[in-house]
């Protein structure tokens, strides 16, 4: 059984920066990718970001790009999101998911863990 815990979430004005921290427990992160998504409230869930350690390749939603960026440390077994310039349509709880290989067809994507509330606003 695998489980994230996502932290780092909280209120900030619009252009604040937050990290957030994914750490993985129950499986190491080689082999997999890690994709952070949202959902805000009435909105249906959307992929924000990805990492592929199987290749290091990355995706970014076309909303954050420029603004978000993916990491992953491999000691920690913890891929982070560190978010910049954020807007109040950033404002979601932010949830980690695995799976194996690459960033793509991300319905095959699994979520466990409680999400981190990030708002953004004035």
């Known amino acids: 059984q695998f489980t994230f815990v996502e932290s780092g979430g909280g209120s900030v004005q619009p252009g604040g920066s937050l990290r957030l921290s994914c750490a993985a427990s129950?499986?190491?992160?080689?082999?997999?990718?890690i994709a952070w998504f949202r959902q805000a409230p009435g909105k249906a869930r959307e992929v924000v970001s990805c990492l592929s350690t199987r290749d290091g390749s990355t995706y970014s939603a076309d909303s954050v790009k420029g603004r978000f960026l993916i990491s992953r440390d491999n000691t920690k077994n913890t891929v982070y999101l560190q978010m910049n310039s954020l807007k109040p349509e950033d404002t979601a709880i932010y949830y980690c998911?695995?799976?194996?290989?690459?960033?793509?067809?991300?319905?095959?994507?699994?979520?466990r863990g409680q999400g981190t509330q990030v708002t953004v606003s004035s």
């Open positions: 129950g499986f190491t992160l080689d082999y997999y990718a």
């Open positions: 998911a695995r799976q194996v290989g690459l960033c793509h067809e991300w319905d095959g994507f699994a979520i």
